[in-house]
């Protein structure tokens, strides 16, 4: 039996999508031989690759003429070179076993090594590949996770705690589907993130509007938070799991884990295989920097798997998309992208304390958690006292600091505009959002680009 016990997979699935009949090709069961399922040009593509013998060959009796058909290659760049020799005539592998053995076992969900009774019946079971689904970026799985679970027309809905990533509501809206907020905890008293400080999740406030509106059939988390840079304690995310009045599923968006301190014991993917009604999407557009090839994951028992599979189109991840991120997920890839990581949560560090000696200048403190690779920070309104070059930093008992002003939105929006249309640096405004007044969103760049964005910043406030 499923944990939890109020949970049913059934009934949150809506009853067309159960009933659906997925759409399958040969190439679900073959993929070898002589291929000639899926009227595909058995010539390949059409791409000159170089001046010489162009158009040549063309009616040739093996395909793999093409090579030679469309020229030599010595005008292509070698990286070009190589995509085009990934069979790019043939539609993709519809499943893609080998990438997903590999994102199981990063996150922990294949099965002990010790386990000795593998075969190719439960072969995708012990790999922990029956746990992973690949879609076009997390948004395809967003998509899809409210394609399958929600009635259009706005009867059912789906929960977000804003601040929030803006998807969440903008796929809420093209399906038709109601959105219920329920925004995080907002006030500085209690600290930053954690169970009860700035941009943690009410957990009450959300059981009060599940009991209010049973309805409501998706929780959207964000850990960490994007614009807040928070982590969400698994404690919280457990205490929604097990509330027995919410009987949909809760999603948890870990676009940002690997920036966190410790990612095995902050991911809720840990709780993936004790808890049916949870979905994990993770991404490898941050920390593995393939943001271009839009290659999304979602991590969860295989009955929600199966139905994501069953619904998404056809050959959604292409061939290329499918060659990088396989070798993205070798461990020497992976041990480059950990290393990787680490400089940038040194960069941030970096950043976050060169923010911090412009506070004279009327930039706040950071708020948020700063789990991920950007801060947040507030532009405060302008100093009553003007800054004179190169006392803005001291603080002497004559003349002692002044007390920060408000976030100011106004100036936030000026100095976002200024840093891109004068200087070339762009970051976000975020000053919109609930509990970020005043605020920009700084991604952790190059050891380079952070020093040229507080040196523009600092530039661009004193004009302010």
Known sequence: MAYPPHFSLAAVIRPNILALQPYRCARDDYSEGILLDANENAFGSSIVVGGAGAGAGAGGDDANANANANGDGEDLPEDLRATLSLDLHRYPDPSHPSIKARIAALRGLSAPSSSSNASAANGASASGADHVFLGVGSDEIIDLLMRVCVVPGGAEKILTTPPTYGMYAVCAHVNDVGVVQVPLELGGAGGEGGEGGRFSVRVEEIKKAI????????????????????????????????????????????????????????????????????????TLSKSFGLAAIRLGIALAQPPLIQILTNTKAPYNISTPTAHLALSALSPAS???????????????????????????????????????????????????????????????????????????????????????ETCGVVVRFRGNEPGCDGCLRITVGTEKENEEVLRRLKEVLKEM
Do not use: W
């Open 334 to 420: 992976v041990a480059l992208m950990q290393r990787k990581v680490q400089s940038l949560v040194h960069g941030r560090s970096a950043l976050l304390a060169g923010l911090a000696s412009l506070a004279a200048l009327g930039v706040g403190h950071s708020i948020g958690g700063n789990d991920a690779n950007f801060v947040l920070v507030p532009i405060l309104e302008k100093p009553a006292v003007p800054v004179q070059e190169g006392i803005e930093e001291k603080k002497t008992a004559a003349a002692p600091a002044q007390a920060p002003g408000k976030p100011d939105s106004k100036r936030a929006f000026r100095a976002y505009k200024a840093l891109a």
């Open 211 to 282: 009991a209010a509106d049973p309805s409501i059939k998706l929780i959207f988390l964000c850990s960490p938070g994007n614009p807040t840079g928070t982590l969400i304690p698994l404690a919280s995310v457990r205490a929604l799991l097990e509330y027995p009045l919410f009987k949909g599923i809760v999603v948890v968006d870990e676009a940002y884990i690997d920036f966190a301190a410790d990612v095995r014991k902050s991911s809720a993917v840990s709780l993936v295989k004790e808890y049916a009604n949870l979905c994990v999407m993770q």
